[in-house]
């Protein structure tokens, strides 16, 4: 099976009007129920706007791959899109891209939607075969893009095709108040602690910051005393604008590398209580896989 046999014309959309990623699914979502692929536009819509944005795999400098599955899907198929101007990943990210692909499929088909996100993204971040796509005027221009529409689904998928690049981080000399505002604005659970070199020393998740800064806000506005000798010594001079996250951050992290398969990483998925993994080549960070997006491509929303 090859890319062609997904993307059928109909389901390219030249133009894409759309400022969002979830903006241009949506839209996309349109085209499987008029080509038959999909019976409940309202159903993929939904899932789709379950789905955080960050979970998105971007390729390239101007695509991002979105997949989704559902009882209402036919068959695996794929959607492509290419908009006029550069859509956000969400409303207040800083990451952009004019291409956008969907690839939708039944609740059984884990395998073929991993092989089908695996090829979109590789193909994709080829530079040649993404101005092929973004200079194409029509659906049939993409259609006559044969090194895209002949690329085979491969069949095996490691980590490095389904992770997510220039990953967040913060120094060790973050504090954990700049550190908690990062991770609630981009929504992160956990967020690793690296150098200017990526090197990666550890990681702070919500726990942490909740177990250290929660007795020094309670003492703060109710003015009562922490009641354990661990939460009192964390409270008497805690101060979460002037603690470095090198101080409380867990430095036993578990890195994998883009080389390993998705399939022995889920494995590590279940054994290991971490939200996210660094991904790591030669110590030096590159991506990100986290536990819900793994869950999400392995086993649908």
Excluded: W
Aim: with cysteine; proline share 6%; net charge negative.
């Amino acid at each position: 099976m090859n890319l062609r046999d997904l993307l059928a014309p109909e389901r390219i959309v030249i133009p894409l009007p759309a400022k969002t990623l979830h903006d241009a699914a949506e839209q996309l979502i349109g085209s499987f129920v008029e080509t038959g692929q999909a019976s409940d536009a309202s159903k993929l819509v939904a899932l789709v706007n379950e789905t955080p944005a960050e979970e998105a795999v971007k390729v390239g400098g101007e695509a991002f791959i979105l997949q989704v599955r559902s009882a209402s899907v036919d068959s695996v198929s794929a959607a492509l899109g290419v908009a006029p101007e550069p859509m956000r990943l969400e409303q207040e990210s800083d990451q952009s891209a004019r291409i956008v692909v969907l690839v939708a499929a039944p609740q059984k088909e884990t395998s073929t939607v991993l092989q089908a996100v695996t090829a979109f993204a590789r193909v994709l971040s080829q530079q040649e075969v993404s101005d092929a796509v973004l200079a194409s005027e029509s659906a049939d221009d993409v259609q006559n893009i044969p090194e895209l529409m002949k690329v085979e689904l491969p069949s095996s998928v490691f980590v490095g095709d389904v992770m997510r690049r220039r990953p967040r981080f913060v120094h060790p000399e973050t504090t954990l108040a700049e550190a908690a505002r990062v991770m609630t604005r981009h929504h992160l659970r956990s967020i690793p602690v690296a150098t200017d070199d990526g090197e990666v020393l550890g990681m702070v998740r919500n726990q942490d910051l909740l177990r250290r800064a929660l007795p020094h806000y309670l003492k703060q506005v109710s003015g009562s005393e922490p009641q354990s000798d661990e939460v009192e010594n964390a409270g008497e001079s805690f101060d979460p604008a002037s603690v470095p996250v090198r101080d409380v951050m867990d430095r036993s992290v578990l890195c994998v590398s883009e080389d390993q398969t998705l399939a022995d990483v889920a494995s590590l998925m279940v054994d290991k209580d971490s939200d996210q993994f660094p991904v790591v080549r030669e110590g030096v960070l590159v991506g990100m896989l986290s536990r819900g997006g793994i869950v999400r491509l392995l086993f649908g929303p």
